[in-house]
């Protein structure tokens, strides 16, 4: 049965930091439906935000794992995470953060205490991985076949970076990898075969965050396998657990320098050298 919020409620919610958005609201329907109620109120958003945000330590886990709508049927899917999500949370749980962030945090914890990760099936990115400790996106690299290309234009016109132009004679398509996202629509659309996918994967971007100091995530270059993100998410995990000596963020410890230390070691396979 779907909740109905009221107007009032729907207004409330959204003024709930995003972070902990999806957490109450949640919550919220959770306590209205065991009250027998039918519909969300301003009262009970109210009643539930306050209960949720005094006893926030209780919900801390020591990690956050956000994901996208992909697995819902999103149409931009590149292709499932749940896959890796699962073997991510497994991870992050044997590696007992919570414990460690009990023994050095002074005071409640609070869910910026947190490692934190996000998992996107497409470069729409509506988990915002941009912003999270360590962001991973669903990617398909085209690559341009020698099967013969009938000059439709449908990988133009499905390429919303203007990254594909046909050109030539006979005409074939042209891709400018500075623009494309590899988000893969121009490999589905294309009728011939002359698109196909060249590798598939994931990017990966580090130490992103919000807040009074806000940072966009750092991008390691090319595109990693899911085994290969597994390696790279337990690399940072255990430079979190090393440098956070009082439940500062990952995004905070990760330093650019730290950054480009990480760089020459994590060039997936099919771009060069691949530290272990």
Known sequence: ??????????????????FVRKKVRKRVEKEAAGAGKAQVT?????????????????????????????SGGCP???????GLLARIETLLKEADLLSLLKERVKGDLKFHHEFRVAIAEC??????PQIKGVGIIAAALPRVTEDPCTGCGACVTACKEN???LAGEPEHPEISFDRCLMCGHCITACPSGTLLEGSKGYRVQLGGRLGRHPRLAMELPGIYTEEEVLAIVEKCVRFFKE???????FSHLLTEADFQKMVPC????????HCR
């Not at 009970?44 to 919900?59: D, I, P, W, Y």
Request: proline share 5%.
């Open 163 to 165: 990254a594909i132009a």
């Open 76 to 82: 931009n899917r590149v292709h499932s995470g749940d």
């Open 1 to 18: 049965m779907v909740m109905k919020w009221t107007d009032e409620a729907e207004a409330a919610i959204q003024k709930v930091p995003f």
């Open 266 to 273: 994590w060039q997936p396979r099919n771009s060069g050298p």
């Open 243 to 249: 440098k956070s000596l009082h439940g500062e963020r």
């Open 123 to 128: 470069p729409n990115a509506c988990s915002q």
């Open 42 to 70: 301003l009262a009970g958003v109210k009643r539930t935000q306050t209960r949720f945000l005094s006893k926030m330590g209780s919900e801390v886990k020591g990690y956050q794992v956000e994901t996208c709508f992909g």
